[in-house]
């Protein structure tokens, strides 16, 4: 506070004056870009030698006062215009939430450097292209020399640690916002059309979206804020066509016709992107050869079909920024497209990778203890389904694992199956209106017969049912354990009566079991509310036949 007051001391003339004191220091810079000048067109013919370095130096000398002069009033404008008016509120007044957050937020952001010379030829990456009724001729493009450095800007923002926010930040304000699985940089502003309403501008990829007040919001970490936009808005000259000859994600080739403040202007050069190059082509085939080609289209709809039972999908899957060096392109894990190399040889590289397990296992307990099982499904009289009761953390864990997988905004996103599943292959499967994590166990013409890993039961649901398994699942271990009661054996397979007495005896109960066995499926021995043996009751009431309870030998000899 010290400090404040002695800078406001030493600094209230030029404050009341703000004007006057930006004016004055842009004379300065422009007194000394004049003299830059003077120094390097004065004397052309005597320094030609060592002119294209003086130029670049000066050139950058001349960027970097900018920049300097930027960074003046942007100091000043959050030291006095935001410090002071939260400093002369009365305490009473201001939310708490709002005095503690305030100083996290950065006001402004710092625009792409456009150092660019005019003819200078560059390499662009299309972020963004506007609807063609807003802008015609314009779109937002990245530096592709700079991707390497999104990349390595992306992943950090996705790990750090987020400060959420509760309220909508003041236009101009640069925070975090959570879309499409990521969080990106952005600030907010008017919208054009409607004042009253607020636009989404991200930072990095140039489009505007439509402000929505129930959007995950976060304060912007520090070291994020010092980051230049990538984003850089773009024109294509007025003799270019009106449509742009390219798409969004396309790299491109231009050449520098103008920078214009915060635009810069572009001829577009056409056929700077390589076609990908194949050793079978037309060219490589027989005039006889390609006769019997061009005939399957009398029979099928496409020749590839007719050979591979499908039509390879390649140009629409692949990623076509992929680097073979980094295995990966300069979007990281935001990329929708597959990172892999075309086929040298003009095959399809099309192929479905499942995943057909998941890391994270639950721990056993050990023989010869107790612990208590809420049974789930009862496949047969002495054979169930159950979760492991008690542990608090795990149940939270799973009701948000099934709350995120239930969410709208999740489930719109969720890929349907390009392909007929494959057995064992992990998918979200559909019961009653509710997505569950499942494995396929068989594949009919419109049907899949699937295993929900989280109750033990089986369904067989439409195709239409069933999405690719996401890998964001993977990290809560399967809920339903398979047991088998020690004690009993059946009488005969799947025997109505004994399976219902069983369901009431404990399906969605809690019931205390003892391990006798911890290998799949456990074996256990389970004790009703009154300490009576369960198994003991089903064989008394001749629903199955008693069985001396056996634990297996890590060491024995395996019979046969």
């Not at 009724?133 to 996705?158: C, H, I, V, W």
């Not at 369904?459 to 809920?479: D, H, I, M, S």
């Amino acid at each position: 506070m010290a400090a404040y007051e002695q800078l406001w001391d030493v600094s209230y003339e030029y404050l009341e004056k703000h004007a006057v004191f930006v004016n004055a220091i842009t004379n300065l810079m422009l007194e000394k870009a004049r003299h830059l000048r003077h120094y390097i067109f004065g004397n052309g013919l005597d320094k030609r030698a060592v002119f294209q370095e003086d130029f670049k130096a000066a050139h950058d000398e001349l960027q970097k006062m900018t920049k300097t002069l930027q960074t003046v009033v942007n100091d000043w404008k959050d030291l006095f215009a935001d410090e002071s008016a939260s400093l002369c509120k009365p305490n009473a007044t201001v939310p708490l939430q709002t005095a503690e957050l305030h100083n996290d937020l950065t006001v402004e952001y710092i625009k792409p450097t456009l150092d660019y010379a005019t003819n200078q030829n560059i390499k662009l990456v299309v972020t963004y292209i506007p609807p063609s009724s807003a802008e015609p001729g314009t779109f937002y493009a990245m530096d592709e020399s700079r991707k390497n450095d999104f990349r390595d800007s992306l992943m950090p923002m996705q790990k750090a640690v987020k400060t959420l926010l509760n309220q909508t930040p003041s236009p101009g304000v640069m925070f975090l916002v959570y879309l499409d699985s990521l969080w990106h940089r952005v600030v907010c502003h008017a919208s054009t059309d409607d004042k009253n309403a607020l636009e989404l501008y991200l930072l990095d990829l140039g489009e505007t979206l439509p402000y929505e007040e129930l959007l995950p919001k976060a304060i912007l970490p520090a070291e994020f804020c010092k980051l230049p936009a990538f984003a850089i808005k773009c024109a294509l000259a007025p003799n270019q066509p009106g449509s742009l000859p390219f798409k969004q994600y396309d790299t491109v080739d231009c050449k520098v016709v103008a920078v214009q403040n915060d635009l810069l202007v572009l001829q577009h050069e056409a056929g700077g992107q390589e076609a990908p190059q194949y050793a079978i082509t037309r060219d490589t085939f027989t005039e006889a050869e390609l006769e019997q080609l061009d005939d399957i289209s009398s029979s099928t709809t496409n020749a590839m079909k007719a050979v591979l039972g499908y039509i390879p999908k390649d140009d629409e899957v692949l990623c076509k920024h992929y680097d073979p060096d980094t295995k990966g392109c300069f979007k990281g894990g935001s990329c929708r497209f597959r990172h892999a190399p075309k086929d040298p040889d003009g095959w399809t590289v099309e192929k479905d990778t499942v995943s057909v397990t998941i890391p994270a296992q639950m721990e056993i307990p050990l023989p010869n203890t107790y612990i208590t099982l809420y049974p789930t499904c009862i496949v047969d009289v002495d054979l169930f389904y159950a979760h492991i009761a008690g542990d608090e953390e795990n149940y939270r864990r799973y009701e948000q694992l099934m709350a995120e997988m239930n969410d709208p905004a999740v489930v719109a996103n969720y890929k349907t199956l390009k392909l007929a599943p494959a057995l064992g292959e992990l998918v979200i499967a559909k019961y009653d209106d509710v997505w569950f994590r499942a494995v396929v166990c068989d594949v009919y013409d419109a049907k899949v017969s699937v295993f929900y890993v989280d109750y033990g039961n089986t369904a067989t649901v439409g195709t239409n049912e069933v999405r690719r398994w996401e890998e964001r699942f993977k990290y809560l271990p399967y809920q339903a354990v398979c047991c088998r009661i020690a004690n009993i054996q059946r009488l005969k397979p799947c025997l109505l009566e004994g399976i219902q007495q069983l369901q009431e005896y404990i399906l969605d109960q809690y019931i205390k079991t003892l391990i006798v066995d911890n290998k799949h499926p456990w074996e256990v021995i389970m004790y009703g509310p009154d300490g009576d043996d369960i198994g003991k009751r089903l064989v008394m009431s001749k629903m199955a036949l008693p069985r001396k309870p056996a634990k297996f030998d890590d060491d024995s000899y395996i019979p046969g």
